[in-house]
């Protein structure tokens, strides 16, 4: 009997913290294989997006929960001021910030250090964003001198906690070298504690954070590949965040269970049609004017859903600085699509090859446009191949249709000039990411690139958005917002409508409820 | 003893080595650039070349394969180029969850298999042997990932019995537990499936032979003919043929990794191949030819203890 | 057939050549009884429980699960028949040569075929997949990769002890070319366990397609196959059981069917089991 009643007492003993007190781990399911790169300026994809805004901070910062540049706020540099002319930027840093596993304090040589890193594509994938800049100086422990070339649209823009920004330790770098990809060292609110290979990723908190130690303790990222396996150990309350899928039933599905708050976040991506003027049968105009035609945003809006997804409004996406929706987009109309194809010579359709990849999100909404084209008697031959094939064959023109999702820093000047300016035509060597070889808006891109009149900017931008609709250099279909699925006993901290970093932000206030 | 096992470990170097011939061969000339795979969204040509200059893809082919061949002969299976991280150490994090689910899974397999087959094989042609036939083919026939997916919505799901989330904590020998029992009963039941119908042709076609009959002539009770002789002789085939099976587990691994969030070998494989991670790619199909040949071994080596004679056929 | 005679008698080969033919006629006749185009979307009916209209319900895309599952039947009779064909045909060919030249030159063919036949099939056939592409053609091959082994260990075997064997001596004094010697005298006495193993290889390959189109590495998109409906009903499970049921059941019952077949084949033709039920 005693020892029953200890063990009543030692279970007691055991239950009683974990109801007194709130967690302060969270658990995160991500679906991935696996991390893939822990060095920030590496960090391409959203798995390792994410994480890498947790661990690291840049000059400036969005504020938490947002994505508008208007929001702008010190993180890092405390203040900062430029020259007349705009070309001399100074940064005033934050005195006292320590890096993570007593790395010292982050000064001015790691801010360099950092920002030259990201700006070598040996040691960047993200160099060529930081190419405005002429030169990038320590002035003294505390601050930093940025020259630029030519004027860009937001020099704060490419100094957020977002990419190329983020500032790591000049002192873990050359002591860790190569090792540094797999033990980062940053600033952020969670320091880096492991990776078990295709399970988790752990996060520790930064007790010493300079905004003050975080709240939760430990995250634990956790790759599972799978949806409904993630749903599941979600619903299971194996898992506080869930990565969601953009997808209407599934956010009716999870919005139903109880405890679960499903939030919709800033930045969209727009998912593209672009179509490569200079190949047959699409160098003729009619026959692109055929494919706008044809597709159908309404419909393809309703497969996906209203809640996660929205209409392609213009060759960028809505809600850039520079955006207009006022481009003349052609509406779904299959009759008119087959007319043009009728007048351009293809009385019974076109079958056109397409270099497809099949990653599961893509090739779903893929299969859904296909169905639309055929309508207008488009035929599409996908050829679906693995990921990385598929990056590697549409960058050597070997699709005369690709079909390309993405978000990129909210300013009309940089998606604009990667996707629709000659100078980023897919092979050739200054490619970037146009497929379409369009070449129409070049002079109004670059004009308004370097103009400082706002107004100016702004209808430079726009005439540049219409000339590439009516050239029909790309078709815009969708935009699809992040969706992530929450436990309703975590609190961010603050109001989650946006994240660069593509996942909520956890920040020292994060906490359990 | 010792020298037929040197012999057997020699007789692989030469297999070996044409396997990692193929496997460079293969994994370098199909499309897909691993550069590529990393920078994804941002690569550009400087980018890419950078990188190829980082990852020693620039080198002439022949250097690659020797710095390859030597490499992986010293035992060194290089580091992923992905992650950076080295191969052999991600192959020893994930291969105890390998491990447990496969003897885990064969234990199931012949704690069921066996007695049923035996019993089988004992009512032959009588309701049970035909019960046992049916279910057996059709436990074979299933696949994985079906009975798997059903096993989950069940058992984790509807009964919230066990975990959803499959990756344990090794440390923790309860929680290890906890998570294998769905993925190795799945598994399991295809290997009792198996082992059913081997033991059962295994005993039928033991108890046929003449010492048996002598022995049911001399007035040996059933019971120990049975026992004593019977499941003896028929071991033999059973561990031949679970030997072979053991290929099918690692096979069917996969799918259970992915049906119940497993960490493992299979999970890793799939990883690689989407990265294009050559060198990961390279790493694990060494070894996994060496696990192939030690659990060949270990075949071999079971026989030599069941029966003395080694006859191999 | 001499084999198929006695086989019939046995009660799991008849059931089992029932569901195979059910299967195959689905797929033939699927142009004319699928109610509709197995790739036509409805997106307004998406996710359509079983009834109604759609018999079987429909997917995530709207399409009619019903349509699909016949029209998936068509690809994986298709990659099953074509790879365990051309795996007969390579692996018997390597088999018999292998076994009748003999020497040295079989112990090298033979160890290669060892360490084909220990990889893992699946794992064999997703590094093959992965590398050269989800295809029809890439499945095949890598099916009939992994099915080579076996056929030619089957092949070898026989040609070991009947090359001795008079009729075969007797065919060489006749100065007959060693390719008629093979294939007239050797090939015969080989086909019933070529066609046991066949079946129950065929059902392997049912599998293997079934499981790799589950990975992601099946036919390309639209193509119904019935492994990618399961990887569509697993995605959906929560909103959809259904969508996995029905691709599962008919890989299930295609695949029992084929074993049913081989079992019965064997045991029809195997002399020890022969005449004692």
């Known amino acids: 009997m005693l020892n029953r009643a200890m063990f009543l007492a030692s279970a007691l003993a055991l239950a009683a913290p974990a109801l007194a007190q709130p967690k302060t781990a969270l658990n995160i399911g991500m679906a991935a294989q696996d991390i893939g790169q822990l060095d920030p300026h590496f960090a391409v994809s959203t798995i390792d997006r994410t994480p890498a805004a947790w661990m690291f901070n840049g000059l400036v910062r969005f504020a938490p929960g947002s994505t508008d540049p208007a929001t702008l706020e010190p993180d890092l540099a405390e203040k900062w001021e430029s020259s007349p002319d705009g070309k001399t930027w100074t940064f005033h840093l934050r005195h006292g910030v320590q890096f993570h596993g007593g790395f010292g304090e982050m000064t001015a040589d790691d801010v360099v250090f950092s920002l030259k890193k990201a700006g070598d ?37 490419i100094l957020t906690n977002y990419a190329q920004g983020f500032i790591v330790s000049k002192k873990a770098v050359e002591q860790r070298g190569d090792d540094f990809k797999r033990n980062p060292i940053g600033t952020g609110p969670f320091a880096f504690v492991s990776v078990t290979p295709n399970q988790a990723l752990e996060l520790a908190a930064n007790e010493s954070y300079f905004r003050g130690a975080p709240k939760i303790k430990k995250i634990s990222y956790r790759f599972i590949p799978s949806d409904a396996s993630r749903d599941l150990a979600f619903q299971n309350g194996e898992l506080d965040l869930n990565y969601g899928r953009a997808d209407q039933a599934w956010v009716n599905r999870t919005k139903a269970q109880p405890h679960t708050i499903v939030d919709v976040f800033a930045p969209a991506e727009l998912a593209v049609l672009h179509i490569n003027t200079t190949v047959k049968p699409f160098d003729d105009i009619r026959v692109r004017q055929a494919v706008a035609y044809a597709i159908n945003r309404p419909e393809i809006v309703r497969w996906r859903g209203g809640d996660v997804s929205r209409e392609g409004a213009g060759v960028i996406p809505r809600g850039y600085l520079g955006f207009t929706a006022d481009t003349g987009l052609p509406s779904n109309n299959i009759e008119k699509a087959r007319t043009l194809l009728k007048d351009a010579g293809y009385p019974d359709g076109i079958t056109v090859k397409m270099v497809q990849t099949q990653l599961p999100e893509m090739l779903t909404a893929a299969q859904v446009f296909q169905a639309q084209l055929k309508r207008a008697g488009i035929n599409l031959d996908m050829q679906v191949v693995e990921h990385a094939t598929y990056h590697q064959q549409i960058r050597q023109d070997l699709s005369p249709i690709v079909y390309y999702s993405a978000a990129r820093f909210p300013v009309a000047d940089i998606y604009l000039t990667q996707f629709y300016h000659s100078r980023s035509i897919v092979k050739t060597p200054t490619a970037v990411t146009n497929f379409s070889h369009c070449d129409v808006a070049d002079a109004e891109i670059d004009a308004a690139r370097g103009e400082t009149d706002r107004a100016k900017q702004l209808a430079l931008w726009a005439e540049a958005q219409k000339k590439i609709v009516a050239q029909v250099c790309a078709v815009p279909m969708f935009e699809t917002l992040q969706v992530y699925a929450r436990h309703d006993s975590v609190d961010y901290g603050y109001k989650l409508e946006g994240s660069m970093a593509l996942g909520p932000m956890i920040t020292e206030a994060t906490h359990f409820k | 003893m010792i020298f037929y096992i040197i012999r057997r470990l020699l007789a692989a170097i030469p297999t070996l080595l044409a396997v990692l011939t193929l496997v460079f061969v293969i994994v370098r000339i199909v499309p897909g650039d691993p550069a590529i795979a990393i920078l994804g969204d941002r690569a550009t040509p400087e980018g890419i070349a950078a990188l190829h200059a980082k990852l020693g893809l620039d080198k002439p082919i022949w250097q690659q394969y020797v710095e390859f061949l030597t490499q992986s002969l010293s035992g060194d299976f290089g580091r992923s180029m992905v992650t950076g991280r080295s191969i052999l150490s991600d192959v020893s994090a994930v291969l105890p969850h390998t491990i447990d689910l496969t003897v885990a899974s064969l234990l199931v397999g012949a704690v069921v298999g066996v007695p049923v087959g035996i019993w089988a094989a004992l009512h032959r042609n009588r309701f049970i042997d035909y019960a046992a036939r049916l279910l057996s083919l059709i436990g074979l026939s299933f696949p994985v990932f079906v009975s798997g997916i059903f096993i989950l919505m069940v058992f984790a799901l509807h009964w919230r019995l066990f975990p959803v989330i499959g990756s344990a904590n090794l440390s923790d020998p309860l929680d290890r537990l ?31 032979e003449d010492y048996i009959r002598t022995a049911r002539a001399k007035g040996i009770p059933w019971r120990r003919v049975v026992w004593r002789h019977g499941l003896r002789n028929a071991a033999m085939p059973v561990v031949t043929v679970v030997g072979l099976y053991i290929g099918i587990l690692i096979g069917n691994s996969v799918l259970t990794e992915i049906v119940f969030n497993r960490p493992g070998l299979g999970k890793i494989i799939v990883g690689a191949l989407n990265q294009r991670d050559y060198t990961m790619l390279q790493g694990l199909m060494v070894i996994y030819c060496f696990l192939i040949v030690v659990v060949n071994l270990i075949t071999d080596l079971t026989y030599g203890l069941i029966d003395p004679r080694v006859k191999q056929a | ?5 006695p086989a019939a008698r046995y009660p799991a080969t008849t059931i089992g050549a029932v569901f195979c033919l059910l299967i195959v006629a689905g797929a033939l006749l699927a142009p004319w009884i699928a109610p509709f185009d197995p790739n036509d979307q409805n997106i307004i009916d998406r996710l359509q429980p079983p009834g109604g209209a759609y018999l079987f319900g429909t997917d995530s895309f709207g399409r009619d699960v019903l349509s699909r599952i016949l029209w998936g039947a068509r690809i994986s009779l298709l990659v099953a028949v074509t790879s365990i064909a051309a795996a007969i045909l390579v692996g018997g060919t390597i088999g018999m040569v292998s076994g009748y030249v003999g020497g040295q030159f079989d112990l090298i063919v033979m160890q290669t075929m060892d360490v084909l036949l220990s990889f893992p099939s699946l794992i064999l056939g997703l590094i093959v997949v992965a590398l050269l592409g989800p295809d029809l053609i890439n499945l095949v091959f890598a099916i009939a990769l992994t099915a080579i082994a076996p056929f030619a260990r089957i092949a070898r075997a026989p040609v070991l002890s009947l090359k001795e064997r008079a009729f075969v001596e007797a065919g060489r004094a006749l100065g007959f070319s060693h390719t008629r010697i093979l294939f007239v005298h050797i090939l015969p006495n080989i086909l019933s366990e070529v066609l046991v193993m066949g079946s129950l290889w065929m059902a392997t390959a049912v599998r293997t397609e079934a499981s790799l189109s589950f990975i992601g590495l ?27 049921i029905w691709p599962g059941l008919a890989i299930l019952m295609l695949v029992l069917g084929l074993n049913m077949i081989g079992d019965g084949l064997r045991d029809a033709t195997d002399p020890r089991l022969r005449g004692e039920s």
Do not use: C, H
């Open chain 1, 121 to 157: 594509a040996k040691t960047s994938a993200f160099a060529s964003e930081l190419r405005p800049f002429q030169t990038i100086e320590a002035v003294d422990p505390y601050t930093v001198r940025l020259v630029l070339t030519n004027n860009v649209p937001s020099v704060l823009g």
């Open chain 2, 178 to 208: 906890n998570k294998l029992v769905l993925p190795a009963a799945t598994l399991g039941l295809v290997m009792a499936a198996y082992i059913t119908r081997v033991t059962r042709s295994a005993m039928l076609s033991v108890m046929g």
């Open chain 3, 1 to 5: 057939m001499r084999v198929l005679a």
């Open chain 3, 218 to 244: 099946g036919v390309k998109p639209p193509t119904p196959t019935w492994g990618g409906m399961m990887r569509d009903g697993f995605e959906n499970i929560l909103d959809a059981p259904w969508l996995s």
